[in-house]
């Protein structure tokens, strides 16, 4: 049973992920814009982290090392943000949501490099699925890509590093430092780099304490913020950068998802077979490690 919790960690993060685009469209329809409600997500995330913090850890937090891991997440946490919103200007939502998805095999890549070895059989496998997959569940074989500006392209794949790059940092274990505290300092170090690109105004000018935009912030702090970070700063180091952002291709499904039951946008068969693909996709990988460690188990 054990071997499951932590991939099933990583899914539940990456599905609180796809929660949020749609977060954000109801708080545009509310009269807000998207750097307003990305505003409130990271700066209540970030209260949120601190609220969590004192009342489990009662005391000061100290950074006493790895200082170079948890700047990298939290500057990777907020520019994954802040570049996917720019490409959602330039890209249809559809073909921003397909570039985001690169991370997938970007992710693995990176994980690979980093360890000096191949990608396996079962990666591999995956990553073809995965990307079969989402093209058929974001519904884009039928988008015009002529005249889509190169500024959409170029900020959809940074997105898509970005959130690989991240993946990645959170691999890396920083020795003293609870899940708690680490959650803290990178939700303000990622709240710190939204100030500067975002609306922190939102803050002074009292907006961020109206009912709707602060019951936005709750929403989006708690799925964007608090439970992913807790939850992958957790599970990625068990489980590993590159079968982790396969995994987390769990996101696009649950966007298609809840887009379609909030939002009642339409689902067509192909997105429904897209959706299946992705799933049989992500357990592929999963279930190839942990039949090697029942043989490692059973060897011993």
């Excluded at 990645?168 to 939700?187: A, C, D, I, P, Y």
Aim: glycine content about 8%; hydrophobic content about 55%.
């Amino acid at each position: 049973m054990k071997l499951w919790i932590y991939p099933l960690m990583v899914v539940f993060a990456a599905s609180c992920y796809g929660t949020l685009s749609t977060m954000v469209k109801l708080a545009i329809g509310d009269g807000y814009s998207a750097s307003e409600a990305i505003s409130s997500q990271y700066i209540v995330g970030f209260i949120l982290a601190f609220i969590l913090y004192l009342i489990t850890q009662r005391k000061l937090p100290r950074l006493y090392g790895g200082f170079k891991i948890i700047l990298l997440a939290g500057l990777f946490t907020a520019t994954t943000g802040i570049v996917y919103g720019m490409s959602l200007i330039y890209l249809p939502a559809s073909l921003a949501v397909v570039m985001l998805f690169q991370f997938t095999w970007i992710g693995t890549l990176i994980d690979c490099i980093l360890r000096k070895r191949l990608p396996t059989r079962p990666e591999v496998i995956s990553l073809i699925i995965l990307f079969i997959g989402t093209i058929l569940a974001a519904g884009v074989l039928d988008v015009d890509l002529s005249g889509i500006d190169w500024r959409g392209w170029v900020y959809g794949f940074a997105a898509a590093v970005s959130f690989s790059l991240n993946m990645n940092v959170n691999t890396k274990q920083v020795e003293g430092m609870n899940t708690t505290t680490r959650l803290l300092f990178v939700s303000f170090i990622a709240m710190i780099m939204i100030a500067f690109f975002q609306s922190p105004e939102i803050i002074w000018n009292g907006k961020l304490f109206t009912e709707p935009l602060l019951f936005y912030g709750l929403a989006l702090g708690l799925l964007g913020i608090i439970i992913p970070i807790y939850f992958f700063v957790i599970a990625v180091p068990k489980v590993g950068g590159a079968v982790s952002s396969i995994l987390s291709a769990m996101e696009l499904p649950v966007a298609v998802i809840v887009s379609v039951l909030v939002l009642s946008e339409a689902l067509s068969w192909l997105q429904v077979l897209g959706i299946v693909v992705i799933l049989v996709g992500m357990c592929i990988p999963t279930l190839a490690g942990i039949r090697r460690n029942k043989k490692r188990q059973t060897a011993l």
